[in-house]
């Protein structure tokens, strides 16, 4: 017979492996659900014609989602290069330079950052960036700038922590050598820590790539290909909530918004993968 | 005065208001091994973080005093630290090898203070490596990580880091503490011979080492600096009372022994058995010395021994091959 903690041992092992089960059968439901009703558009159009083509005229039955496509990565990159050196110059600052009583104010405040509701920095966005205040205008620049100032405490309270995990040891090592700080911090603090910055990058970007509103809000949603950052921008994000629910009498309308968010998956999918295997790279030579 | 390297004058510490160094004086000699002992938390780390100005990095430490290394105040803010900690080079307690491989390492300070050419520093690294007793281990995988070393390759490896950048004082902060009994042999075997070009300070709870190492002894007490001198003197005619008994208290306690087994030839792990069993038939408090000379047996042996509860009184090297470890039986 079995004891009853040995059953308890037995079922909360099981329920465990449903859970962890349940979250992975959930990305794999969600992307067939949407290849299904993206189906029908694959069907009529060529892959080309669908990912290579510029030409956005649902009426004429024509679905080119090049120009979102490259709207997303536009936003994403640029806001990713405005983003990473902020965040981990501003990390590297509170842990390793600021005195404690800055230290006890700036991560408070970056952690206010981070839960601001992403619409508050659409409206922001709109009116200190797009219209008003600086007026860059509607564009890939404007986007790009709030979705930075969104990202920012996401990879920088990342960041912090993984600074904070270099052992005081070899920080003192490095600089009993007579190292400054900053090359301390260069060559130890960074150096050790990039596996744990590369995984900060990743959680960035992800949050990035999936962000709609603050950037349908500011970018212009032109279906055009952007070619400079002042350019008006329509990523799949701005795609899918703008017109999903909306025009639908047009035939493959929604199919083709459903194939934008099935792309927009994958699209995630392959940077997080690229990510993972940079990472193990990465740690593969510091281990 | 061409004797004395490091002169501290008046030096004062505390940290948020605790007082961790009360008005030290002390002269320390040029080419020679000074030994800071005493117990815990009597602010042995604290004078050597002060020495090359590591202290500056512990928030709400405030310091008072000056200490000279020829003719500069190292306290002083005109001064340049980081010149200031490359002539006073350091070993830390726990081996902190850099992120980066074994060349890497021993290059990072020549480095830093701008040696460029390739053929210079791989002479550099070469003879370090040498001097650290590490280079015919590692020279075929000097581009390998660091981290892959064992502990106590990573502290020689440490040890020719500091060498590296070719400092005038060592100052080592109980560098063996973290090593097992061959390692920390093989340090102190270093130490002895790096004492003909370089000063040294050690810090170190073990009052053996410090008689095997010292010049020169500075016993510290609760900040306070109670007694220095020449080894000889302090270790057999301490002038105070505190120093008699501190000695006393972690030497002279040590028991005879009461049974002695032999177990060279033994290979592991017959010689755990023949240890217990050894032990098995003891009181408590008495004491075994076992003779071992099975390589992993110096190690293992006594941490199979503390596992089991006893207290290890001591591993000790007789000769080339053997050694003795001392068990005293517990419950």
């Known amino acids: 017979m079995i004891s009853k903690r040995r059953l308890a041992d037995l079922v909360s092992?099981?329920?465990?492996?449903?859970?962890?089960?349940?979250?992975g059968v959930t990305v794999l439901f969600i992307a067939v659900m949407l290849f299904l009703k993206a189906r029908p558009i694959l069907a009529t159009n060529s892959l080309g014609d669908l990912f290579l083509s510029s030409s956005w005229r649902p009426s004429r039955g024509e679905f080119g989602l090049f120009p979102f496509i490259m709207g997303t990565l536009w936003v994403t990159v640029l806001a990713g290069i405005i983003a990473l050196p902020v965040s981990i110059l501003g990390a590297l600052y509170i842990t390793e330079y600021a005195p404690p009583r800055v230290r006890a104010v700036a991560k408070p405040v970056v952690d206010v950052l981070a839960g601001i509701p992403p619409v508050v920095y659409g409206v922001w966005g709109l009116v200190a960036l797009s219209i008003g205040g600086i007026a860059i205008g509607f564009n890939v620049?404007?986007?790009?700038?709030?979705?930075?100032?969104?990202?920012?405490?996401?990879?920088?309270?990342?960041?912090?922590e993984v600074f904070r995990m270099v052992p005081q040891d070899v920080k003192e090592a490095s600089l009993a050598v007579g190292a400054t700080k900053w090359e301390t911090a260069r060559n130890v603090v960074i150096r050790s820590s990039l596996p744990g910055l590369a995984a900060a990058t990743i959680?960035?970007?992800?949050?990035?790539?999936?962000?709609?509103?603050?950037?349908?809000?500011v970018v212009g949603n032109i279906a055009r290909v952007p070619s400079s950052p002042l350019d008006p921008a329509y990523p799949l994000t701005a795609l899918i909530a703008n017109n999903y629910g909306e025009m639908m009498s047009i035939p493959l309308y929604d199919s083709a918004i459903l194939l934008a968010a099935l792309v927009l998956l994958l699209v995630v999918l392959f940077f997080n993968i690229a990510a993972r295997l940079v990472l193990i790279k990465v740690q593969q030579k510091w281990a | 005065m061409n004797d004395i390297c490091l002169r501290i004058h008046g030096l004062n510490v505390s940290y948020d208001g605790?007082?961790?160094?009360?008005?030290?004086?002390?002269?320390?000699?040029?080419?020679?091994?000074?030994?800071?002992?005493?117990?815990?938390?009597?602010?042995?780390?604290?004078?050597?973080?002060?020495?090359?100005?590591?202290?500056?990095?512990?928030?709400?430490?405030?310091?008072?005093?000056?200490?000279?290394?020829?003719?500069?105040?190292?306290?002083?803010?005109?001064?340049?630290?980081?010149?200031?900690?490359?002539?006073?080079?350091?070993?830390?307690?726990?081996?902190?090898?850099?992120?980066?491989s074994i060349y890497d390492n021993v290059a990072y300070g020549p480095r830093i203070h701008g040696m460029r050419d390739r053929k210079e520093l791989d002479k550099t690294v070469r003879s370090c490596l040498e001097t650290a007793g590490l280079w015919t281990e590692v020279k075929d995988r000097l581009q390998s990580p660091a981290t892959r070393l064992s502990v106590g390759q990573q502290q020689r490896l440490c040890l020719a880091r500091s060498l590296a950048v070719?400092?005038?004082?060592?100052?080592?902060?109980?560098?063996?503490?973290?090593?097992?009994?061959?390692?920390?042999?093989?340090?102190?075997?270093?130490?002895?011979e790096l004492k003909k070009d370089y000063t040294i300070v050690i810090v170190t709870h073990n009052i053996h080492q410090a008689m095997r190492l010292a010049d020169y002894v500075v016993h510290l007490y609760l900040g306070e600096l109670v007694e220095h001198g020449p080894a000889s003197e302090v270790f057999q005619r301490p002038k105070q009372d505190r120093t008699r008994a501190y000695i006393n208290g972690t030497v002279l306690t040590k028991p005879r022994t009461d049974v002695e087994i032999n177990l060279k030839g033994k290979v592991c792990p017959l010689n755990f058995v023949f240890a217990k069993a050894a032990l098995e038939n003891l009181e408590i408090g008495q004491v075994l010395k076992v003779i071992v000379d099975y390589p992993t047996a110096i190690t293992e042996v006594p941490r199979a021994m503390e596992y089991d509860g006893h207290k290890v009184l001591g591993v000790k090297q007789l000769n080339e091959t053997d050694w003795e470890v001392i068990i005293q039986k517990r419950e």
């Open chain 2, 18 to 100: 605790h007082t961790a160094l009360k008005n030290i004086y002390l002269d320390i000699p040029h080419r020679q091994i000074t030994a800071i002992i005493g117990p815990s938390g009597c602010g042995k780390t604290t004078l050597l973080r002060s020495i090359n100005r590591l202290i500056d990095l512990t928030d709400g430490a405030k310091i008072r005093g000056e200490i000279w290394l020829d003719g500069h105040n190292v306290m002083s803010d005109r001064e340049d630290v980081t010149s200031i900690r490359k002539r006073i080079g350091l070993i830390s307690q726990k081996p902190s090898p850099l992120p980066m």
């Open chain 1, 141 to 160: 620049l404007s986007g790009s700038i709030v979705l930075a100032i969104m990202v920012i405490p996401v990879i920088l309270g990342v960041s912090e």
């Open chain 2, 166 to 192: 070719r400092p005038e004082v060592l100052l080592c902060d109980e560098p063996t503490s973290a090593l097992d009994p061959v390692s920390s042999q093989n340090i102190e075997n270093r130490l002895i």
């Open chain 1, 203 to 217: 959680l960035g970007f992800s949050r990035a790539f999936g962000e709609t509103m603050a950037v349908l809000m």
């Open chain 1, 13 to 23: 092992t099981r329920l465990m492996l449903a859970a962890t089960a349940l979250v």
